[in-house]
């Protein structure tokens, strides 16, 4: 096997933190060396290759097809280098520490309390977590950049174990201003008259709601906004006349206070399950054991 004239991994960085950062003055500044040392570096990968990978378009660098390429394989390079010098530094500790990422509805409402049990049933372990969408979740417990995660929709990767956790439900909720406030049962068919507050496309939660929309034949739903947070969106609802679909763990103690009103609809439910899943390579881990025995004896709702 040939193994001369192979990239230098600070060549794939700076590669990597042009693209990125938006040019060779903030790559430099990340970095911490001048722009000449940026400039050198790149030269350096191009005769590495033998091609060119960047090209100046408009007064900014773009990628050319080639570039294209070895900014996916430096990505991917980078992010199992690091991966694999965080599994050192666990092993060092003897696995002590437990690099957990979630979703963000579960973060927000979820993962606080877990990790205050956590910490109190095991004081000598380390929980690091870290909110991200689904797709990102999944590449980091591929990459082994995370050792387990807290997901609503289940990880499609054979690098990925996915264990159930919790049965969880999309609920039609309304605050006290609305007309739908203490309606019994709403047609299907009427939802579209009215306005609806819902996360954002890349979200979970807007991923199960137009997959379930879908199937029963509505296109979509009047969005007149999109908010980033669950508890924004309750927030909105109890100030105004709007509707949101949101996961009832995160609204069901807001329900039986009264603040929030669950509308139910003709016909239509959205049941979810809320998802344990894990590095395949990480299963060894007395800190994951731990937390999932944990989290199973702890329901996260109560049935209404």
Not at 45 to 59: A, D, K, Q
Not at 115 to 120: G, K, P, S
Not at 204 to 226: C, Q, W, Y
Not at 236 to 253: A, M, Q, T, W
């Amino acid at each position: 096997m040939e193994y001369q004239n192979l990239p230098e991994l600070d060549g794939l960085a700076t590669l990597r933190a042009v693209i990125e950062r938006g040019g060779t003055i903030e790559a430099a500044k990340v970095l911490h060396i001048g722009q000449p040392a940026v400039t050198k570096r790149l030269r350096a990968l191009e005769n590495c290759y033998g091609i060119t990978l960047l090209e100046r378009i408009g007064g900014r660098l773009r990628l050319t097809s080639a570039g294209e390429k070895v900014y996916l394989f430096a990505v991917q390079t980078l992010d199992r280098h690091h991966a694999i010098s965080e599994e050192f530094t666990n092993l060092a500790k003897g696995k002590s520490t437990l690099r957990l990422e979630v979703t963000v509805g579960i973060g927000e409402h979820l993962l606080p309390d877990l990790l205050v049990a956590f910490t109190e049933q095991f004081p000598d372990y380390q929980i690091v977590s870290r909110l991200a969408y689904s797709r990102q979740i999944q590449a980091d417990l591929a990459t082994g950049r995370a050792d387990m995660a807290l997901v609503e929709t289940a990880p499609d990767h054979p690098d990925v174990l996915v264990q159930k956790w919790q049965a969880d439900e999309l609920w039609l909720v309304c605050g006290k201003n609305h007309s739908l406030w203490g309606t019994d049962l709403l047609p299907v068919e009427d939802m579209r008259q009215y306005k609806f507050i819902l996360r954002e496309a890349d979200s979970s939660i807007r991923e199960s709601l137009d997959s379930a929309i879908k199937g029963i034949g509505i296109d979509k739903l009047n969005t007149v906004m999109e908010v980033g947070s669950s508890e924004a969106i309750i927030d909105i609802l109890n100030r105004g006349k709007h509707l949101s679909f949101l996961p009832r763990f995160s609204v069901y103690e807001r329900v039986n206070e009264g603040s929030l009103f669950h509308i139910k609809v003709t016909g239509f439910r959205i049941l979810r399950t809320l998802w344990i899943a894990r590095n395949r390579d990480a299963l060894d881990h007395p800190v994951a054991e731990a937390f999932i025995n944990m989290i199973r004896e702890m329901p996260v709702v109560d049935n209404l």
